[in-house]
């Protein structure tokens, strides 16, 4: 065993390597599809978008040492592979492919002597990650109201705070714009965004972002094709959020927009699955997932009951059969920790429950008055709680608290303007 615990980088038992005026790290994180590697030397590399072929030096003397980290805890999804540059890797000459694909790892590899050649002194996986504090607060925002005395359609910009007891506090005055079946998504783990959505002039992919004190922003210019009733979900262990599906010009499509953990919104790539409207999506499982489920679509000019897992990285699955029934117009929130669920909607819609691994559960019978265009949201940790809509010209304001069970009560009075097709989302991490 040579140098001492304190100076070594994994302080395990066995063979340890000294790095005391041995190794120092690169201090730029590697993102290519390439890397060239000296001895003495670690590395981070970040597989977020891609692979990443590491070559080795051509020519090496024993106890050279070279240490692999995997940045972002991503190469499960794009791999690192060594290219051992002529010299054996584990006494197999370079010709053979060496692959590592374990989401977390750091290799250790040191060089041997000619006959074995490099040879890793530890590939540890590093297991334990590092928890994202739970939504406290959340807000609703938008909306719109039919008004049958007036035969008129009214439009709102104004918003709601819901605190970490699950008490909606009154209107707040409007500073975005006035719209409609918006979508809305957790982004940077303690901040909100809306964007998307509709207003009395047509179609539009303005943005909202809400600071973590609820402060809602003016409009900004948003990127990606405007559209309306869509939906968001948070994703991955970064605070990224990705918006997806809606309908544009009269059809439904399958677009998506990623959301960075600093509320910059990606533009449109292809998305995968049954091109649809008015659904929901929420986040579940330990390790950053989100689904979408349920929807209209009339391309398809059907209800559906499909659903699209998204995985941490923001990649959306393709239709998982449907579970429950097929039904529009519902809404979706996180709770418990690492589960979601499904309520309300056309036909007197159910609720389900979505699973840690995203298994949607069938269908539960769900008190409350039926409705849709509700919003639903992640409060308090691991509660939820709906509220607004409409069923047919009569609108509501009463919300359904959904305990970390995810057991919807009964009808409680609330506050705000009576409204539906509203969005919401949960912003702070401090009660």
Request: hydrophobic fraction near 35%; proline fraction near 2%.
């Amino acid at each position: 065993m040579s140098g001492t615990v304190v100076s070594n980088v994994f302080r395990t038992s066995g063979v340890i390597a000294a790095t005391a005026a041995g190794i120092s790290f690169e201090s730029t994180v590697t993102t290519g599809t390439t890397l060239s590697v000296e001895a003495g030397k670690g590395y981070f590399i970040n597989t977020t978008s891609n692979i990443c072929t590491v070559t080795l030096p051509s020519s090496a003397a024993t106890g050279d040492q070279i240490i692999l980290v995997d940045f972002a805890r991503t190469w499960g999804t794009y791999s690192v592979f060594i290219n051992s540059n002529g010299l054996n890797f584990q006494g197999q000459a370079d010709t053979y492919t060496v692959e590592y694909n374990t989401s977390g790892a750091t290799v250790n590899i040191i060089y041997s002597g000619a006959s074995k050649g490099w040879t890793p002194i530890s590939d540890d996986v590093v297991t334990d990650v590092g928890v994202a504090p739970p939504t406290q607060k959340a807000i609703f925002a938008f909306g719109n109201r039919y008004i049958p005395a007036g035969d008129q359609s009214v439009t709102y910009g104004m918003s709601n705070l819901v605190n970490s007891s699950g008490v909606v506090a009154a209107d707040v005055s409007a500073v975005g714009g006035i719209s409609t079946q918006r979508a809305a998504a957790t982004y940077g783990f303690d901040r909100a965004i809306f964007a998307f959505g509709n207003n009395p002039s047509g179609q539009i992919n303005t943005i909202n972002l809400i600071s973590n004190q609820g402060v809602v922003a003016s409009d900004s210019s948003g990127t990606g094709s405007a559209r309306l009733s869509l939906a968001a979900t948070t994703y991955g262990t970064s605070g990224t959020a990705v918006f997806a599906y809606g309908i544009q010009s009269g059809t439904s499509v399958n677009k998506k927009n990623l959301v960075s953990n600093t509320g910059s919104v990606a533009s449109d790539s292809g998305g995968v699955g049954t091109a649809r409207h008015d659904f929901g999506a929420a986040g579940f499982g330990s390790s950053g997932q989100g689904i979408f489920a349920f929807g209209y679509s009339n391309t398809a000019g059907s209800q559906q009951n499909v659903s699209n897992i998204v995985s941490n990285t923001g990649v959306i699955a393709s239709n998982q059969s449907g579970v429950g029934t097929a039904r529009s117009g519902l809404t979706a929130a996180a709770f418990g920790g690492d589960k979601c669920i499904f309520g309300f909607g056309s036909g007197g819609g159910p609720s389900n429950i979505v699973s840690n691994t995203g298994v949607v559960a069938s269908d539960v019978s769900r008190v409350g008055t039926d409705r849709i265009g509700s919003a639903g949201v992640n409060y308090g940790g691991t509660l939820a709680l709906f509220q607004f809509g409409a069923n047919g010209t009569t609108y509501y304001n009463m919300k359904n608290l959904v305990n970390s069970s995810g057991v919807i009560a009964s009808d409680a009075s609330s506050t705000g303007t009576i409204r539906a097709n509203l969005s919401g989302a949960g912003y702070s991490t401090s009660a």
